[in-house]
């Protein structure tokens, strides 16, 4: 065996094409079980994200579906006139979760500043009321809440409920498409050679039912996801997070309690106006002066639309509770994912054998493996007697997701304090 380049040389059942042969499919088949193991971990974090986005825009789909269904009947001209002003807040709130660029706080205040001013002027319909009055109008009115505490309230509940919700559901994402990218990352000359030896020269020597043992399978795959290890802390802090945040969003920042009713409140909101309509009108006439009379005369809005309809958020805290506690069960089995990485990849997928066998494979013959387990990471490579990794160089595809990894965990702290 003196042509043999990666295995033992001594009495050979292999050609040199036939060790090229198997460091080709030991290459492909570690890269394959690579992908094979972080797809089960993509589907796992997809699926959350799935079940937990269907859940959150079904809430805003159904108070918007209540809104459109209860209003007509509430306050008739006061909805069908009005209707964009509702439809847009709607679409808003949709694209800001979705993660557009939007500032949630001025589209909170636009909508009520444009409900108010066509609420105004369909309430005050004997009077011609100008651009330049409805702006008047706004400023005066904001100090005498018209609304009541409505906006306020749901300004600060809605804006903490909906950056959780956004940064929940990134971050379901985020880690999915890291462990996509670092499973593509290809394997290292030094690392297709261990792997080789590792799989495949056992049967150069006619020991082909003799397994790898187990310590030896560990340095080997150890040295050779040295960088992914590096992910671990970061990675551990991204799954912590997102704990916290599925807390949050089951707790303080209860996404079915704000997101489910906002239309109860938009409703409270009017009802506020309607019932302190003179005397808001009358501050407003007092600081703008009072608008010309309209030659139009007054319009039927003032029947006194005053029908009560109960208005009701159907609750489905339930739903959300087995959302969280399922999304925490998993990300808590997923924490240490790099770090375990070797050891699972060399008892289900290299079918290595226990580590007290000294009848197993250690690289040269059949028999027992002596060296000890190296630490995890690529700081603990430098001696490892497998795989010759240069510890100087970290691969950069795997630096940069790390980097992504601490950008969503930012992210969801934030989001975590509201």
Same mark, same amino acid.
């Given at each position: 065996g003196e042509h043999l380049r990666i295995c033992p040389q001594g009495y050979t059942c292999c050609t040199s094409e036939m060790e090229e042969n198997f460091a080709n499919k030991s290459r492909s088949e570690f890269e394959a079980m690579m992908k094979e193991t972080g797809r089960s971990v993509q589907m796992t974090l997809t699926a959350q994200h799935r079940s937990f986005d269907s859940y959150f825009q079904d809430l805003l789909n159904k108070s918007e579906k209540a809104l459109y269904e209860a209003f007509p009947s509430m306050y008739g001209e006061l909805y069908t006139q009005n209707m964009k002003v509702f439809k847009d807040l709607y679409s808003e709130l949709r694209r800001y979760y979705r993660g557009s660029n939007i500032n949630l706080e001025e589209a909170l205040n636009e909508f009520w500043t444009r409900l108010l001013e066509r609420l105004f002027k369909l309430m005050n319909p004997q009077y011609h009321i100008t651009d330049e009055y409805l702006d008047c109008m706004v400023k005066h009115a904001e100090q005498h809440k018209p609304f009541g505490e409505v906006p306020r309230d749901l300004k600060v509940k809605a804006t903490r409920a909906f950056i959780a919700a956004r940064s929940y559901a990134q971050g379901f994402l985020v880690g999915s498409d890291v462990v996509k990218k670092v499973s593509q990352v290809p394997l290292s000359h030094e690392c297709t050679r261990a792997i080789m030896k590792l799989m495949y020269c056992p049967h150069c020597r006619g020991m082909s039912s003799v397994k790898? =043992?187990?310590? &030896? =399978?560990?340095? +080997?795959? /150890?040295? =050779?996801?040295?960088?992914?290890? #590096?992910?671990?802390? *970061?990675?551990? &802090?991204?799954?912590?997070?997102? +704990? +916290?945040? $599925?807390?949050?969003?089951?707790?303080? &920042?209860? @996404?079915?309690? @704000?997101?489910?009713?906002?239309?109860? !409140?938009?409703? *409270? %909101?009017?009802?506020?106006?309607?019932?302190?309509? #003179?005397?808001?009108?009358?501050?407003?006439?007092?600081? =703008?002066?009072?608008? /010309?009379?309209?030659?139009?005369?007054?319009?039927? *809005?003032? /029947?006194? !639309?005053?029908?009560? +309809?109960?208005? *009701?958020?159907?609750?489905?805290?339930? %739903?959300?509770?087995?959302? @969280?506690? #399922? $999304?925490?069960?998993?990300?808590?089995?997923?924490?240490t994912y790099w770090i375990t990485l070797p050891s699972s990849l060399c008892s289900k997928k290299v079918m290595s054998s226990s580590a007290a066998d000294d009848k197993c494979w250690n690289g040269m013959t059949k028999g027992s493996y002596l060296p000890e387990v190296m630490g995890d990471g690529l700081a603990n490579q430098i001696n490892n007697p497998e795989v010759e990794v240069d510890i100087t160089k970290p #691969?950069?595809?795997?630096?940069?997701?790390?980097?992504?990894?601490k950008i969503m965990t930012n992210r969801l702290g934030n989001a975590n304090i509201g």
């Open positions: 790898p =043992c187990n310590n &030896y =399978c560990l340095n +080997v795959v /150890k040295g =050779c996801l040295a960088n992914q290890a #590096d992910l671990n802390t *970061e990675w551990k &802090y991204l799954m912590d997070s997102l +704990v +916290v945040v $599925a807390d949050r969003i089951n707790g303080p &920042y209860n @996404v079915d309690t @704000v997101i489910g009713t906002i239309h109860m !409140r938009i409703a *409270e %909101a009017i009802s506020n106006l309607q019932e302190n309509k #003179d005397s808001i009108t009358a501050k407003v006439f007092q600081g =703008c002066g009072n608008p /010309k009379i309209s030659t139009k005369g007054s319009s039927s *809005e003032d /029947k006194k !639309r005053r029908v009560k +309809v109960a208005l *009701e958020a159907k609750s489905s805290l339930q %739903a959300l509770e087995m959302l @969280v506690s #399922d $999304a925490k069960g998993n990300l808590t089995a997923l924490k #691969d950069m595809t795997i630096r940069q997701q790390i980097m992504q990894l």
